[in-house]
């Protein structure tokens, strides 16, 4: 009995028995995803934006801010600046083909499928258990919040993935440009792409630079079809996003989870937020330079949202790699399982942020980039690359997760 006992803690990396861990959960993924029953009675919440954009990408609406206001004023929709690259906008035209509300649903269906990809994909990344992968990002309250407002971000946590996993399996020198591939499509939302973009470049991954470079640059051409055939359209995006910046921050302060992102709020000088954000990305760059690749790559995501001038709560499921990183052996017990547990557990209070004021994301956020930057939990280093086909050993695949 002990040795049946033993296992399932085993599996999940955890203090915790399986039964237990599942079935929390599952119970999490409820919660997290039973406010979008809501989403009808608040307008679909932010996939308003998203559909506006497919229905008028190829026209000077688009990126013209006065123009796209203007347009979804007459259509009786929420007023709100399309802040991605113009190309994004060709990705939603199947779901503005349907009305508002069967696209919403749909794009709800698709994101959640996009979770159960990352989840898979990050368990071979990291050397979990692949229900533990699954299970530990459908219970991630940053997912189910996205899916249930509208927003994208497990789409982004899947590309991440991705490129992690392509960074881990590839041997020392052989670079296929998988990892670039996927990070150059995670440019979708420069701001999640730029810091695995940034890992590369101190990796000296030339290859992956290269493509990401390509991606880059084929964003920008087909924006150009996308703003009506307009090759200045980056200075009128610029212009257009400076506008929304500024009233986003004001409406959506309390869902803020990055420290740039919470000094914004009080009464400092407009430089100080950003020089923050670049000093903690500076005081990064060591570690991210000499970890392990599997620990770099998931500190880049940890240290792209805590230090991001604009970053709210659902944008904390990238940290969903260093989830999988500390469950796969990246802490020590007994600090793993209360970590952990204590993180699943703040980050569905982001539903009252509006009341608190300050998004409880935002501690679980900084919590992660200081014991990620610290190392003061870690074990002993492990191999940072699996080459392909090889068995890798890790703690969590020592027993079964089901």
């Known amino acids: 009995e002990g040795a049946v006992a033993a296992r399932p803690a085993r599996a999940t990396g955890l203090r915790l028995p399986w039964d237990r861990a599942r079935l929390w959960a599952i119970g999490l993924f409820g919660i997290g995803i039973a406010v979008i029953v809501g989403a009808p009675f608040y307008g679909y919440h932010d996939w308003p934006d998203f559909w506006s954009a497919g229905r008028v990408v190829g026209t000077a609406d688009l990126v013209d801010a006065e123009r796209l206001l203007a347009w979804q004023a007459a259509r009786g929709l929420p007023q709100i600046y399309f802040p991605y690259p113009p190309a994004v906008a060709f990705a ?20 959640v499928a996009c979770a159960v990809g990352a989840g898979i994909v990050g368990a071979q990344a990291f050397g979990v258990p692949r229900t533990v992968g699954v299970l530990s990002t459908l219970a991630w309250a940053p ?7 509208g927003q994208n971000t497990p789409l982004a946590l899947l590309l991440g993935s991705l490129a992690i996993r392509a960074l881990v399996r590839e041997p020392r020198g052989h670079h ?21 973009a940034g890992l590369l470049l101190l990796r000296r991954r030339w290859v992956d630079v290269a493509v990401v470079v390509a991606a880059g640059l084929a964003w920008y051409g087909v924006s150009v079809f996308a703003a009506a055939g307009d090759p200045r359209w980056p200075l009128t995006w610029i212009d257009g996003l400076r506008g929304w910046l500024a009233d986003d921050i004001v409406r959506n302060a309390d869902k803020a989870v990055s420290l740039p992102g919470l000094l914004s709020r ?10 923050v954000g670049v000093v903690m990305v500076a005081v990064a760059l060591p570690r991210l330079t000499r970890a392990p690749i599997r620990e770099a790559a998931a500190g ?47 980050v569905p209070l982001w539903m009252f942020s509006s009341v608190t004021q300050i998004s409880a994301v935002a501690f679980v956020v900084l919590g992660a980039y200081a014991i990620w930057l610290g190392g003061a939990l870690r074990p002993p280093t492990r191999p940072d690359v699996t080459p392909p086909g090889a068995t890798e050993v890790s703690p969590v695949r020592l027993g079964r997760a089901t």
């Open 92 to 111: 939603l035209v199947p779901f503005a083909t349907l009305p508002l509300d069967w696209s919403f649903w749909l794009h709800a269906a698709v994101m």
């Open 143 to 149: 997912i189910t919040g996205a899916v249930a407002i």
């Open 176 to 196: 296929s440009g998988w990892a670039g591939a996927a990070i150059g499509a995670l440019l979708y939302k420069p701001t999640l792409g730029l810091p695995l």
């Open 266 to 275: 009080l009464a400092v000088p407009d430089w100080l937020p950003p020089a």
């Open 300 to 346: 880049a995501l940890v240290v792209g949202v805590a230090a991001s001038p604009h970053a709210w709560g659902y944008e904390a499921a990238l940290l969903l790699p260093f989830v999988w990183w500390a469950l796969a052996g990246g802490l020590v017990e007994p600090w793993r399982t209360r970590l952990v547990v204590a993180a699943y557990v703040l």
